[in-house]
């Protein structure tokens, strides 16, 4: 059932070809920081003049660039792992995956809240679209840096 309390529909996953432990040992291997969109976007930045910080600890979520003078929070996020697009392709998943994946979109939700109530401007990158064309993406971030300098 799903929450409107109809029936839900069959999930289309065939099972994994690997042993859970297989399984586990080949997802603790992806990299939660450092990963090439976020050099990406710190090159792109750089380049620009930007001066930022990284995964920034007193912040909700842990923020993948941080520019504290233009109160800037910025992730850069994995579409897999953040659930991008989720609702197209979430029954492909078991459940234990599902249940991991809404759980982190759930997580990102509220520490997107808590930026924004602290006065915070929150911009979140998608994967694909540093990969798309990081240039722009570098654009995004100096347009709302420039735009939280402006008076108001």
């Not at 912040?59 to 897999?80: H, K, N, Q, S």
């Not at 609702?87 to 998943?93: D, I, Q």
């Not at 911009?123 to 064309?133: G, L, Y």
């Amino acid at each position: 059932m799903n929450k409107k309390g109809e029936a839900a529909p069959p999930r289309l996953h065939r099972g994994d070809i690997m042993s859970p432990e297989t399984r586990s040992a080949v997802m603790s291997r992806i990299r939660g920081k450092g990963t090439k969109p976020e050099l990406a976007m710190e090159a792109g930045l750089s380049a620009r003049g930007l001066v930022f910080e990284t995964h920034a600890r007193d912040l909700p979520g842990r923020p993948d660039i941080v520019i504290r003078e233009a109160r800037v929070a910025v992730f850069v996020d994995g579409d897999f792992w953040h659930g991008r697009d989720f609702a197209k392709w979430r029954l492909k998943l078991s459940e234990k995956w599902e249940t991991k994946i809404a759980a982190n979109i759930s997580r990102d939700r509220r520490n997107r809240r808590a930026l924004r109530a602290a006065g915070w401007k929150v911009i979140r990158i998608w994967e694909r679209q540093v990969k798309a064309d990081t240039a722009r993406c570098v654009r995004r971030i100096m347009r709302a840096c420039a735009e939280s300098s402006e008076p108001r």
